[in-house]
C-alpha cells in the first residue's frame, strides 16, 4: 500500500519506519524543512534506541520518503495522523490535527481510510471525519473510513512496543475500525481491539489520567513521609506487597508531551467534572517548588546565603535515557532557581545544558539537585564530585540515591529518613 504519515516526530517517524519495513511504501509529510532533509540522508532527528538503524534502511530500499510537498500524498490509500496536540491556555489546541484533515481532504481518493493517532478530545474523530466530509462532498463509511489508533508506546521502548503492546481501535463507523486493524496487522503483534472512536479517545486519556492522579497520590505520601520521618521510597515498596496495591512513584513532577496535557484535553469537553483530575494536576505542578524548599532547607543548614549560591541541576529532560524536554519539571525547577539562588547550572548528557562536562558544573557550587532519573545519574562518584564542590549539599528530586553520600547534608522528596 502507499500510505501517508502526517507529522514525524517522536511518534510519527517510528511509526513511518515500522509500515515501510513492513513492506508499504510510506510517503512522510512534515512541515519542518529541516527533519525532512535529516530523514531523507537516513538520520533521525530524535533520540530513540535502533532508530538511525531502522531508519538508513529504509530510505536506502526507497520504501520511505519523506517531503514537505502534501501533493506527494496523492494516491495513498491510508492517511496516518501523528501531528502534536498541545495546551495553550490550559485548552486543546487542535489546529495541528485539522490542518493535517484539510491537507488530506485536498489529497485523498474515493475509499481512503484516515486513521489519527495523535491523542485528542473525545469528539474529535468525529467531528474531523464530519469536516472531511464538509470539503470533500464524500461520506464516511461509504467513500471513505476514519478511525482513532491511540498510541500507547513509551519513549525509549518506542520499536519494542510498537509490535508487542495491546492496541485500541476505534472506528466512527464499524468498518473503518476493521480496515485500521487490517493496517496494523502489518506489524503490531499485540492484541487489537475494535470499539468507536470515541470510545478509544477517552480510553487513552484515561489511561494518561489513571498515571497523573496515581503520580499525585505519591507525591502527597511523600510529603506526608518527609514529616513522618518515613522513606516514603521504602513504604511504597512494602505497601506494594499487598496483592492489590500498586502505589507510583513520587519525583520532582511530571512532564513529556503527553502526561501533564492529556487530563486537560480529557476534561476539555466536560460540562461536570468533581475536580480530582484537576487538583492532583496542581499537585504535580507543584512538585518542582518542593524540591526548592528542600534546598532552601540544606541552605539553611549549611549556613549557606541564597543569593550567591551556585546549584547545579542535574538533567534536563522530563525522563530518565531520553532528550525530550517537553513540560519538563527540571526546566520550571531552573526558572524557580533563577530568580533565587546566585548562579544556577544544569547538566545533561542527552540534553546538553550550561555545561558539558559534570565535574565543570560541580566545581565550586554549593548544591546539586538531581531533578531526572538518568541511569547516569544513579552511580556518580559523590565522593569525588563533593571535593570539587564548596558546599556538599545534594537533593535527590527522584528517589535514585539509595544510600545518602558521607559528608553531604543530603535530602530528598519522600527521605524522611534523612
Ligand atoms: N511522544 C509520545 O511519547 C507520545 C505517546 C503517545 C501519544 N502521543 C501523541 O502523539 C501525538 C504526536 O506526538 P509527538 O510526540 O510525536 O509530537 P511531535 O511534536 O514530536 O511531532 C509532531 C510533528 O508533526 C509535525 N506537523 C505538525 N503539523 C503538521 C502538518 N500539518 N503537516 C505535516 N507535519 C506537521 C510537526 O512539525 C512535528 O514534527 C500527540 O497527540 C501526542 O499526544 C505521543
Same mark, same amino acid.
Given at each position: 500500500?502507499?500510505?501517508?504519515?502526517?507529522?514525524?516526530?517522536?511518534?510519527?517517524?517510528?511509526?513511518?519506519?515500522?509500515?515501510?519495513?513492513?513492506?508499504?511504501?510510506?510517503?512522510?509529510?512534515?512541515?519542518?524543512?529541516?527533519?525532512?532533509?535529516?530523514?531523507?540522508?537516513?538520520?533521525?532527528?530524535?533520540?530513540?534506541?535502533?532508530?538511525?538503524?531502522?531508519?538508513?534502511?529504509?530510505?536506502?530500499?526507497?520504501? $520511505?520518503?519523506?517531503? /514537505?510537498?502534501? !501533493?506527494?500524498?496523492?494516491?495513498? @490509500?491510508?492517511?496516518?495522523?501523528? *501531528?502534536?496536540?498541545? +495546551?495553550?491556555?490550559?485548552?486543546?489546541?487542535?489546529?495541528?490535527?485539522?490542518?493535517?484533515?484539510?491537507?488530506?481532504?485536498?489529497?485523498?481518493?474515493?475509499?481512503?481510510?484516515?486513521?489519527?493517532?495523535?491523542?485528542?478530545?473525545?469528539?474529535?474523530?468525529?467531528?474531523?471525519?464530519?469536516?472531511?466530509?464538509?470539503?470533500?462532498?464524500?461520506?464516511?463509511?461509504?467513500?471513505?473510513?476514519?478511525?482513532?489508533?491511540?498510541?500507547?508506546?513509551?519513549?525509549?521502548?518506542?520499536f519494542k512496543e510498537l509490535v508487542y503492546n495491546s492496541r485500541i481501535i476505534g472506528g466512527?463507523?464499524?468498518?473503518?475500525?476493521?480496515?485500521?486493524?487490517?493496517?496494523?496487522?502489518?506489524?503490531?503483534?499485540?492484541?487489537?481491539? $475494535?470499539?468507536?472512536? /470515541?470510545?478509544? !479517545?477517552?480510553?487513552?486519556?484515561? @489511561?494518561?489520567?489513571?498515571?497523573? *492522579?496515581?503520580?499525585? +497520590?505519591?507525591?502527597?505520601?511523600?510529603?506526608?513521609?518527609?514529616q513522618y520521618g518515613v522513606n516514603v521510597f521504602e513504604a511504597i515498596r512494602l505497601a506494594?506487597?499487598?496483592?492489590?496495591?500498586?502505589?507510583?512513584?513520587?519525583?520532582?513532577?511530571?512532564?513529556?508531551?503527553?502526561?501533564?496535557?492529556?487530563?486537560?484535553?480529557?476534561?476539555?469537553?466536560?460540562?461536570?467534572?468533581?475536580?480530582?483530575?484537576?487538583?492532583?494536576?496542581?499537585?504535580?505542578?507543584?512538585?518542582?517548588?518542593?524540591?526548592?524548599?528542600?534546598?532552601?532547607?540544606?541552605?539553611?543548614?549549611?549556613?549557606?546565603?541564597?543569593?550567591?549560591?551556585?546549584?547545579?541541576?542535574?538533567?534536563?529532560?522530563?525522563?530518565?535515557?531520553?532528550?525530550?524536554?517537553?513540560?519538563?519539571?527540571?526546566?520550571?525547577?531552573?526558572?524557580?532557581?533563577?530568580?533565587?539562588?546566585?548562579?544556577?547550572?544544569?547538566?545533561?548528557?542527552?540534553?546538553?545544558?550550561?555545561?558539558?562536562?559534570?565535574?565543570?558544573?560541580?566545581?565550586?557550587?554549593?548544591?546539586?539537585?538531581?531533578?531526572?532519573?538518568?541511569?547516569?545519574?544513579?552511580?556518580?562518584?559523590?565522593?569525588?564530585?563533593?571535593?570539587?564542590?564548596?558546599?556538599?549539599?545534594?537533593?535527590?528530586?527522584?528517589?535514585?540515591?539509595?544510600?545518602?553520600?558521607?559528608?553531604?547534608?543530603?535530602?530528598?522528596?519522600?527521605?524522611?529518613?534523612?
Amino acid at each position: 500500500m502507499k500510505i501517508g504519515v502526517i507529522g514525524l516526530g517522536y511518534i510519527g517517524l517510528p511509526t513511518a519506519i515500522m509500515f515501510a519495513s513492513s513492506g508499504h511504501n510510506v510517503i512522510g509529510l512534515e512541515i519542518r524543512r529541516d527533519v525532512v532533509e535529516k530523514i531523507n540522508s537516513g538520520r533521525a532527528h530524535i533520540i530513540e534506541p535502533e532508530i538511525n538503524e531502522r531508519l538508513k534502511k529504509v530510505i536506502a530500499e526507497e520504501r $520511505l520518503k519523506a517531503t /514537505t510537498r502534501p !501533493e506527494d500524498l496523492r494516491g495513498a @490509500e491510508a492517511f496516518i495522523v501523528c *501531528v502534536q496536540t498541545p +495546551l495553550l491556555d490550559d485548552s486543546p489546541d487542535l489546529s495541528y490535527v485539522e490542518n493535517a484533515i484539510r491537507t488530506i481532504a485536498e489529497v485523498m481518493d474515493r475509499g481512503a481510510l484516515i486513521v489519527i493517532e495523535s491523542t485528542v478530545p473525545p469528539g474529535t474523530t468525529v467531528r474531523m471525519a464530519r469536516l472531511l466530509e464538509d470539503l470533500t462532498g464524500m461520506r464516511e463509511g461509504i467513500d471513505f473510513y476514519v478511525a482513532h489508533a491511540p498510541e500507547r508506546v513509551m519513549p525509549g521502548r518506542i520499536f519494542k512496543e510498537l509490535v508487542y503492546n495491546s492496541r485500541i481501535i476505534g472506528g466512527v463507523s464499524p468498518k473503518a475500525a476493521v480496515l485500521a486493524e487490517k493496517l496494523y496487522r502489518s506489524f503490531v503483534k499485540g492484541k487489537i481491539y $475494535l470499539t468507536t472512536a /470515541t470510545t478509544a !479517545e477517552m480510553v487513552k486519556l484515561m @489511561e494518561n489520567t489513571f498515571r497523573d *492522579v496515581n503520580i499525585a +497520590l505519591a507525591n502527597e505520601f511523600a510529603i506526608l513521609a518527609q514529616q513522618y520521618g518515613v522513606n516514603v521510597f521504602e513504604a511504597i515498596r512494602l505497601a506494594n506487597t499487598h496483592p492489590r496495591v500498586r502505589i507510583h512513584m513520587p519525583g520532582i513532577g511530571v512532564g513529556g508531551h503527553c502526561l501533564p496535557k492529556d487530563p486537560y484535553l480529557l476534561l476539555s469537553s466536560a460540562k461536570k467534572e468533581f475536580g480530582l483530575i484537576r487538583l492532583a494536576r496542581q499537585v504535580n505542578e507543584n512538585m518542582p517548588k518542593i524540591a526548592v524548599n528542600l534546598l532552601f532547607e540544606a541552605f539553611e543548614r549549611a549556613g549557606v546565603d541564597p543569593s550567591r549560591a551556585t546549584v547545579v541541576v542535574l538533567g534536563l529532560a522530563y525522563k530518565g535515557g531520553t532528550d525530550d524536554t517537553r513540560n519538563s519539571p527540571a526546566l520550571k525547577l531552573v526558572k524557580l532557581l533563577e530568580t533565587r539562588v546566585g548562579e544556577v547550572r544544569t547538566y545533561d548528557p542527552y540534553v546538553g545544558g550550561t555545561h558539558k562536562d559534570i565535574k565543570d558544573a560541580l566545581r565550586e557550587a554549593d548544591a546539586a539537585i538531581i531533578a531526572t532519573d538518568h541511569l547516569e545519574f544513579k552511580t556518580l562518584p559523590w565522593e569525588e564530585l563533593g571535593s570539587l564542590m564548596r558546599t556538599r549539599i545534594l537533593i535527590d528530586g527522584r528517589g535514585i540515591i539509595a544510600e545518602p553520600p558521607a559528608d553531604f547534608i543530603f535530602l530528598g522528596i519522600g527521605r524522611g529518613d534523612v
